[in-house]
């Protein structure tokens, strides 16, 4: 459903990804694993549109997405979380949910309703709704992201680093978000430091380094390479419960 192949790209002419490539299929959770500077936002980064890539082809469910803008990469059903928080502090939960629908403006009714069963699908939304987001924890704040990426029934998400600076509690509450935005069939491109979290939730993972893959097969194949994990993160990851 997405295909990455041979991807050349970064910032001003320097290239972080050399020959990136990944195939990611229908309804899994993928995710891509790797240290500090790999250039795992610049994966996502380069999918979602906010930088073009150099080489490569980028496919997703048969629509060429190389060199459309950001805009018109949401309306193909692709949208992303980024790793750094961007919710408007002083709008409400509510308000800042609704946001995710502004590229389609053609029915007010229809993001309403998509509203409403949003709030169902996560108690969050529904019990915070009119509190500003700025009140929110940072797992709390994690959720309503979430929530505004699903506003148009994508059909890829991409979430960089879900649980950076979350305490374990909130960890799970993402983990089983994640679970139930896949449920209700998007197809999940993550992109985690903490490798335990990553191979708990994903079909598949992609363990990149300097801008290539180095690795990548199933969550249980790829946790059983403790050396090479051992290599690239200082450490092999914990077993999973
Ligand atoms: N806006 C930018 N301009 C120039 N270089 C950048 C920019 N953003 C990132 N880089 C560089 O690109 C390389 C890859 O960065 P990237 O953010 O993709 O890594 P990452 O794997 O996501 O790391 P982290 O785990 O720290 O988030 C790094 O060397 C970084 O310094
Ligand atoms: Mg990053």
Do not use: W
């Amino acid at each position: 459903m997405i295909s990455l192949s041979d991807v050349y790209g970064g910032y001003g002419g320097l290239d972080i990804l050399s020959g990136f490539g990944i195939q990611v299929e229908k309804g899994s959770i993928n995710c891509i694993v790797g240290p500090n500077g790999a250039g795992k936002s610049t994966v996502l980064k380069t999918l979602s549109g906010v930088l073009r890539p150099r080489r490569g082809s980028i496919v997703v469910d048969g629509i060429d997405l190389t060199g459309m803008s950001p805009t018109e990469i949401i309306r193909t059903g692709v949208v992303q979380v980024p790793q750094r928080h961007g919710l408007f502090a002083t709008l409400t939960v509510r308000q800042n949910v609704m946001m995710g629908g502004y590229v389609d403006r053609r029915a007010a009714g229809r993001l309403r309703a998509r509203y409403e069963e949003l709030a169902g699908m996560f108690p969050l939304i529904a019990k915070r709704s009119a509190e500003r987001a700025g009140s929110l924890s940072g797992g709390q704040r994690r959720i309503v992201e979430f929530a505004r990426a699903m506003m148009l029934d994508p059909k890829v998400i991409l979430l960089d680093e879900p649980t950076l600076g979350l305490d374990p509690q909130s960890r799970a509450v993402i983990h089983e978000s994640t679970r139930a935005m896949n449920a209700m069939g998007t197809t999940i491109l993550m992109v985690e430091q903490n490798v335990r979290f990553g191979l708990s939730l994903a079909d598949r993972v992609t363990v990149m380094s300097a801008g290539a893959v180095v690795l990548e097969g199933t969550a249980s194949e790829i946790a059983d390479h403790p050396d090479l994990m051992g290599l690239f993160f200082g450490h092999a990851p914990e077993p999973r419960e």
